[in-house]
């Protein structure tokens, strides 16, 4: 059964970088038609989608964040990456690790990480 | 971006009750409309895809329907523990977007 699981600091200083690290167990993370993606959550409002690698090596970013954010992804380790510059308290938020999976043309969010909350605060 | 807008916000329904959650997309998005249920302090978690397609382990009480732009999530006999935040999402075309959220409560 396939799991995943966040993880990294929970303060970051402003102006600096976030990032976190999703471990992927019971599967690879380099086979199967997915998009590993990460989402974001600030206390008590909505679900932000952050952005996603495709197992075939394509990513995709939210415009909104697009300047500042990158994800990567280990296939030794089986693991994705968020990294996040130049933070404001506005990124304060639980962080999400997820896979996208594929039926027929449609895509959803099948699995998710528990969530990892980040504080950006000096 | 593709704008999601729920209806309503939140509301307060019986055991027993018949609860519909509505989703307005900003523009048509075929059936790529996805529902999802987030308890406090959990990761949401897929209840239903592609608009009606009920996923693995979810309770038959739970069902979809819409097109283009309008889309409905139904509970047919509301039970304790589906207090919680329903969220539509769109897949249609990234970024990939979330309605605002419903939260329901048990009366």
């Known amino acids: 059964q396939v799991q995943l699981q966040e993880s990294g600091p929970g303060l970051v200083k402003p102006s600096q970088t976030l990032s976190l690290t999703c471990t992927v167990s019971?599967?690879?993370?380099?086979?199967?038609?997915?998009?590993w993606v990460w989402i974001r959550q600030p206390a008590g409002k909505g679900l932000e989608w952050i952005g996603r690698?495709?197992?075939?090596?394509?990513?995709n970013y939210n415009p909104s964040l697009k300047s500042r954010v990158a994800i990567s992804v280990d296939t030794s380790k089986n693991q994705f990456s968020l990294e996040l510059s130049s933070v404001t308290a506005a990124d304060t938020a639980v962080y999400y690790c997820a896979r996208e999976r594929q039926w027929l043309a449609y895509w959803y969010f099948d699995l998710w990480g528990r969530g990892t909350l980040v504080t950006v605060s000096s | 971006d593709i704008l999601m807008t729920q209806s309503p916000s939140s509301l307060s329904a019986s055991v027993g009750d018949r609860v519909t959650v509505t989703c307005r997309a900003s523009?048509?998005?075929?059936?790529?409309l996805n529902w999802y249920q987030q308890k406090p302090g959990k990761a949401p978690k897929v209840l239903i895809y592609?608009?009606?397609t009920l996923q693995s382990g979810v309770p038959s009480r739970f069902s979809g329907s819409g097109s283009e732009t309008d889309f409905t999530l139904t509970i047919s006999s509301l039970q304790p523990e589906d207090s919680a935040t329903y969220y539509c999402q769109q897949s249609y075309t990234t970024p990939h977007t979330f309605g605002q959220g419903t939260k329901l409560e048990i009366k």
């Open positions: 523009q048509s998005i075929n059936n790529y």
């Open positions: 019971g599967g690879s993370i380099s086979t199967g038609n997915y998009y």
């Open positions: 592609a608009v009606s």
């Open positions: 690698f495709h197992t075939s090596g394509s990513t």
